[in-house]
């Protein structure tokens, strides 16, 4: 079955401070790749998508995130980050050809010194 | 649309009590899925549904735990008997069609079994 790892469960940094986060799967076929946050006592909600095309994906406020498909990556990165960047980020992948489910890793707590 | 709509927001029940979560997904979405979250083990995806029909319940964790959806609009997550182990914060989410699209998450229930 297909599975996500990400690698660092709590990160704190300063503000402007650049951030990479970094997200792997397993799973041999063609994905669908998001990262999700969740602020602080809110649900989580979409921060961008990688379904083809550019391996380069923006999403909303400054981030992105690098489709490396040899390393089974999807690290999200933003060059100067916020103290309302606080936050937990979840990587999720989506499988085809296996099933519709989306399987989220186990999270990444983002603080940010203000 | 007003989102994914989930009741209640907490809940505080003793341990050997039955629990019902609710959710009523966005409107036309065709999935919904109902997921468990907790600083030990994340976000873990216990059953989704498409169409009404329940597709995967392998992440349900026991027999203690049903879902049900009666019809496009509603699911319930019931469990019976509660225990403090359960307590965790409940989604649901739903999306417009399986694979390749986003999910939508509602606010949570925060469950308490004490």
């Known amino acids: 079955a297909q599975s996500v790892s990400q690698h660092n469960h709590h990160v704190i940094l300063s503000e402007a401070a650049s951030l990479e986060l970094g997200c792997n799967y397993s799973?041999?076929?063609?994905?669908?790749l998001f990262w999700y946050v969740q602020y602080p006592g809110q649900h989580l909600q979409l921060l961008l998508k990688y379904f083809s095309g550019d391996p380069l994906v923006k999403g909303i406020k400054g981030f992105e995130a690098e489709f490396i498909k040899s390393k089974f990556s999807f690290n999200l990165r933003k060059p100067s980050v916020q103290w309302s960047d606080t936050a937990e980020y979840f990587c999720?992948?989506?499988?085809?050809?296996?099933?519709?489910?989306?399987?989220f890793g186990k999270g990444t707590r983002l603080h940010i010194l203000p | 649309d007003a989102g994914v709509i989930q009741s209640p927001r907490h809940e505080v029940t003793e341990m050997g009590q039955e629990v019902t979560l609710r959710c009523k997904p966005i409107s036309g979405h065709d999935y919904l899925f109902w997921y468990r979250q907790t600083m030990m083990r994340g976000l873990e995806l216990l059953i989704y549904?498409?169409?009404?029909?329940?597709?995967?319940d392998s992440g349900m964790p026991e027999d203690r735990f049903s879902a049900k959806m009666p019809n496009a609009s509603f699911s319930t997550l019931k469990i019976q008997p509660s225990e403090p182990r359960d307590s965790a914060v409940y989604f649901c989410?739903?999306?417009?069609?399986?694979?390749?699209?986003?999910?939508?998450f509602g606010q949570g229930t925060r469950l308490t079994v004490v």
């Open positions: 799973y041999g076929g063609t994905v669908n």
């Open positions: 989410a739903s999306s417009l069609a399986g694979w390749g699209t986003e999910a939508f």
């Open positions: 549904f498409n169409n009404n029909v329940p597709i995967d």
């Open positions: 999720a992948v989506n499988a085809l050809g296996r099933d519709d489910k989306i399987i």
